[in-house]
């Protein structure tokens, strides 16, 4: 880069030009603005000082991203009513400019990209909508919105009319994308400028390259509240856009020399669980307490408010901790363009989010003090999609969307990283974004369970091995019923059979005896049964019955019933058993028969089964338990 000199039309002090680009420069010594015409200046006007707002920038700053080096050459500030912000002018190592604009612990860098972008005209714009900006692809517009430029120094690529309101919206693309819409005064898109987010590391920053300041950030301030007279400290007074006194709930502008009260807050039976002020180290971040918040929402009439701590990070990000019932979640601002929405999920960085609760969100109370122009009852609509122990909310107007991402903190961290005077509040319920107690046990116990049930069917295939099985009698017998005028009564001469002795040689043993008759019609076959201990005398009794019925109705046929039968009786000790068969039937087939046959030894099929249920019984329960656990997380949400 060329370096030219000149003197301030001014006061004559010495102006270095670092940039070939600048058109316009604010001189150091008097603040006066000129005109840059190839060799001469023109003196426009004094220009604001710029306030020192904290900034690890200054003019002579220099870093270096994906190769190019960057040189700080001017500074801007601008505000949007909610506060001023700072940009600075890069005069690159490659010869162009661009502009690094710092907010809430982002560091966004964008370079003008061209004309004729078919961009949406300013009265057609709203937060949310998507547009498409040719070859850099497509966007969400997060903001819409109007500011001024309050103050300037350095050199500028640009000409710059001081208080003069100017139209913009801001874009977010996926990943770092970042874009602003520069509108001027006029409903067509004047510049657009796209770039990327940054952190202080990837900017190559070299932070011996900043000029020595003896006070970047400026001081705590202590006043009077105008309204009840007691003390307010405001710790950050650059930033504070809105301050609420802690005595009489009063809503203040801290801005401009005198103290002005805006509303006074409805009395809520609210104390902070955590004093404004604290500094605490939570997750790897040191934070400090700004401001307290009370905000609800209203389903069917009924009132559902949550409270909401401002923290402030070290290098001056601003995050959220929210508690909902005693439950405690960490909220960071989260990249709109990141999220892909449909009506009821979303999906960020491969997690996918379920919508949970939607409606619009009030604000109740303000203690402390806060960075943008709150009012006591503003509203916000506001969608909440959870995957816990994650969530994201959405909250939209027509002039802007902001996304967040929170996750679940335990109240043992926030004691240990604040450590409050008194007890936190106790955890009611579950809590929205509360990991399921019983999730990460779940597949540890089906798995146990499935071991256990592997194992029971391996020994019921090893004692059904081992089992003798064997037939101790068969054979085919006729049912003669002799002919009554009831002939479903037992007949006297009813063929009753006796078997063989035979001999059951085992401990205790089961019985099992099948029953066929295929040639039963519309009628039924009973068998009554005994196993006689030819030793004691012991009997054991059983019956099988069998039936089939069929027939014709409503021009369908139809059947039911069935031709065989099986009983087993057991354990059966062991000796010498005969076996007794009685039959009886309601056939007035005379040639009606029968086929019995008899086992011993015959491994039990029940009893595995039965075990079987008993071991899924346990995950069961479990998975009942955590049923009930998402039941009662889940009628919490809802929507308006």
Not at 96 to 107: C, D, F, I, P, V
Not at 112 to 138: C, F, M, Q
Not at 335 to 361: C, E, P, Q
């Amino acid at each position: 880069m060329s370096i030219r000199e000149a003197s301030c039309p001014g006061c004559g002090g010495k102006l270095t030009f670092t940039n070939a680009a600048t058109i316009y420069v604010i001189c150091k010594f008097c603040n006066s603005g000129s005109w840059r015409r190839d060799v001469d200046l023109e003196l426009v006007g004094k220009v604001a000082i710029v306030s020192d707002i904290d900034s690890p920038f200054a003019i002579g700053s220099r870093g270096a991203i994906g190769g190019v080096s960057w040189l700080i050459v001017g500074q801007v500030q601008l505000d949007h009513g909610r506060g001023p912000w700072n940009e600075w002018c890069l005069a690159m190592g490659d010869g162009t400019w661009a502009w690094l604009a710092e907010a809430q612990g982002e560091y966004i860098i964008t370079r003008a990209v061209g004309e004729d972008l078919d961009v949406p005209k300013y009265v057609e714009l709203h937060a949310g909508r998507k547009i498409n900006i040719k070859s850099n692809g497509t966007f969400i517009i997060a903001e819409v919105g109007s500011g001024v430029v309050t103050a300037a120094l350095g050199e500028l690529p640009v000409a710059l009319e001081i208080n003069k309101r100017f139209l913009y919206a801001d874009v977010r693309g996926t990943g770092s994308r970042f874009g602003t819409l520069d509108y001027g005064s006029a409903n067509e898109c004047d510049t657009v400028y796209i770039g990327n987010v940054y952190s202080l590391t990837e900017l190559g920053f070299d932070a011996a390259s900043s000029p020595r300041r003896e006070n970047k950030q400026i001081a705590a301030v202590r006043f009077d509240c105008p309204n009840c007279g007691s003390s307010v400290d405001v710790r950050d007074p650059a930033r504070a856009i809105r301050v609420g006194c802690g005595s009489c709930r009063a809503l203040l502008d801290p801005r401009g020399e005198k103290i002005t009260v805006l509303e006074v807050a409805q009395q809520i039976a609210a104390t902070p669980a955590l004093a404004l002020g604290s500094v605490g180290k939570l997750r790897g971040e040191e934070y400090e307490i700004y401001a307290f918040l009370i905000r609800s929402t209203k389903s069917d009439g009924v009132r559902y408010p949550w409270r909401e701590y401002l923290i402030r990070r070290r290098d001056g990000a601003y995050h959220w901790l929210v508690e909902s019932n005693g439950h405690w979640s960490l909220v960071r601002p989260a990249n709109i363009g990141d999220i892909v929405l449909d009506a009821r999920d979303a999906k960020l960085h491969d997690t996918k989010f379920v919508k949970f609760d939607s409606g619009k969100a009030r604000v109740d109370l303000v203690l402390g003090e806060v960075y943008w122009e709150v009012a006591v009852g503003e509203t916000v609509n506001y969608r909440d999609l959870i995957s816990p122990p994650y969530i994201i909310s959405i909250e939209s107007s027509e002039t802007e969307v902001t996304a967040s991402q929170g996750s679940y903190v335990l109240p043992g961290e926030i004691f240990a990283a604040f450590r409050p005077k008194n007890p936190l509040p106790e955890p009611v319920g579950p809590g929205v974004l509360q990991p399921n107690p019983f999730k990460p046990y779940k597949w540890r116990i089906l798995s146990i369970a499935a071991i256990f049930i592997i194992i029971v069917i391996f020994l019921d295939i090893f004692f059904h091995m081992r089992a003798s099985n064997r037939v101790v009698y068969s054979g085919t017998h006729p049912a003669r019923v002799a002919a009554t005028e009831n002939a479903s009564a037992p007949a006297e001469d009813a063929a009753v059979v006796f078997s063989d002795e035979f001999e059951i040689d085992g401990d205790s043993t089961n019985f099992c005896m099948t029953l066929a008759c295929t040639e039963l019609n519309n009628s039924w076959l009973a068998v009554d049964g005994s196993l006689v201990n030819s030793e004691t005398g012991d009997v054991h009794n059983f019956s099988a019955e069998t039936s089939y019925w069929y027939g014709v109705e409503g021009g369908e046929t139809w059947s039911e019933g069935g031709f065989t039968d099986r009983v087993c009786i057991g354990p059966i000790p062991r000796g010498k058993y005969t076996l007794r068969l009685a039959p009886s039937t309601d056939s007035k087939f005379e040639n009606l028969r029968y086929t019995v046959e008899a086992r011993v030894g015959v491994p039990s099929s029940g009893r595995p089964w039965i075990i079987i249920l008993l071991i899924l019984a346990g995950p069961l329960l479990f998975g009942i338990r955590s049923a009930m656990f998402e039941g009662a997380r889940w009628s919490q949400g809802g929507s308006d």
